[in-house]
C-alpha cells in the first residue's frame, strides 16, 4: 500500500489549518482481535480525523486511516487505506452544503492489484438547537471496469442537547444497478456516548450492513469504555477498550483497544475504531461504513 496519500492529505491540511478558528479530531492508535473457535483475526490500525471552521461558514474535514489485519494460518495480510476530503459552507437557519471524496484502497498479498472505491458527492445539512442532520449523495467507481453503476445515498442525525450525551443514528444505501435492474446494500446503525464522569466516557453502537437483500451481511455490536490520561500523561490523551460481537454468517467475539490523541476539548474521547464512531461519524457509502463498524 502507499502512503503518499496520507502525507499528502496533512501537507495540504497546513495551510488551511494555520488560518482557522477551530480545530478539533484527533488521532486513534488501535489494535482489534475478532475470536472465533477454529481461529483468530487480528487488526491494527491509525486513523486520524481533522475538522476545520473558519468561522465565516466555511468548513473543511480530512479523514485518514490505514489497517493490517491477520488471520491464523494463512500467509498473507490484507491492508487498507482510507482517505477522505470535505469542505461544506454554512448559509442562515442552519443549513448547510458542501462536496465531498471519499477513497477506500484494499488488497492482499496473493492479489495482482490493490481494489480502490471512489465516491464523490454531495452534502446537505442542517444544525440548531443541539440537533444536526446531513444527507449526502453520491456516485461510486472502482479502478476495475464494471458493467453496473454504483450510487450511494444516506441520511445521518446525532441529538447533543443534554449535557454528556450524544446520540445517533445513520441509514446509508448502495444501489448498484444495470439498464432496468438494481439492488441495494444498506447499513444501518444507532449509538450513543455518555460523559459519565469528567475522565470517564461509555459508549456503545449496534450496526447492521444487508448485503443486496440477500440476507446475508454483518451484524455489529460494541460497548466499551473511554478514560482520560491528560492529567497522568501531561498530555491530552484517551485510553479505551471496546467488548463486542460481530457475526458473518458465523459469530466472532471482539475486543478493541485503543490509545487516541485528541485535538479541541480535554477529556475522554470517542475512539475513532469503535462500531459507535462508526455510526455517528459515517462514511459515505454503505459497504465501507458496515465494513467499518464491524472490523
Do not use: C, W
Amino acid at each position: 500500500m502507499k502512503k503518499t496519500a496520507l502525507l499528502a492529505l496533512l501537507i495540504s491540511a497546513a495551510p488551511i489549518a494555520a488560518q482557522a478558528d477551530s480545530i478539533t479530531g484527533g488521532l486513534t492508535l488501535s489494535y482489534t482481535q475478532h475470536s472465533q473457535d477454529s481461529f483468530d483475526i487480528n487488526t491494527t490500525g491509525l486513523d486520524g480525523r481533522l475538522a476545520i471552521d473558519m468561522d465565516n461558514g466555511l468548513r473543511f474535514g480530512f479523514d485518514i486511516g490505514h489497517s493490517t489485519m491477520s488471520q491464523d494460518g494463512v500467509p498473507f495480510d490484507v491492508n487498507a487505506e482510507f482517505y477522505s476530503l470535505e469542505a461544506s459552507y454554512g448559509f442562515g437557519g442552519g443549513m448547510r452544503a458542501g462536496v465531498f471524496a471519499d477513497r477506500l484502497t484494499f488488497g492482499a498479498g496473493i492479489a495482482p492489484i490493490d481494489i480502490t472505491l471512489s465516491t464523490n458527492g454531495l452534502t446537505f445539512g442542517y444544525e440548531g438547537s443541539g440537533f444536526e442532520a446531513e444527507a449526502f449523495f453520491g456516485k461510486t467507481s472502482l479502478n476495475v471496469p464494471l458493467p453496473f453503476d454504483i450510487k450511494n445515498y444516506g441520511i445521518t442525525g446525532h441529538y447533543t442537547g443534554m449535557e454528556g450525551l450524544d446520540v445517533g443514528a445513520a441509514f446509508l444505501r448502495a444501489t448498484q444497478s444495470q439498464g432496468s435492474n438494481s439492488v441495494d446494500m444498506d447499513f444501518k446503525g444507532v449509538a450513543a456516548t455518555y460523559l459519565a464522569t469528567p475522565a470517564i466516557m461509555v459508549f456503545g453502537g449496534v450496526g447492521t450492513l444487508d448485503m443486496a437483500n440477500s440476507g446475508s451481511g454483518i451484524d455489529s455490536f460494541g460497548l466499551g469504555v473511554s478514560y482520560d490520561l491528560g492529567a497522568k500523561m501531561g498530555f491530552a490523551s484517551s485510553v479505551s477498550i471496546e467488548l463486542g460481537r460481530t457475526s458473518q454468517g458465523s459469530s466472532a467475539n471482539v475486543v478493541r483497544l485503543g490509545l487516541t490523541i485528541p485535538l479541541g476539548k480535554p477529556g475522554p474521547v470517542l475512539p475513532m475504531n469503535s462500531v459507535a464512531d462508526a455510526i455517528l461519524h459515517p462514511r459515505h457509502g454503505a459497504f465501507n461504513a458496515g465494513i467499518t463498524a464491524g472490523f
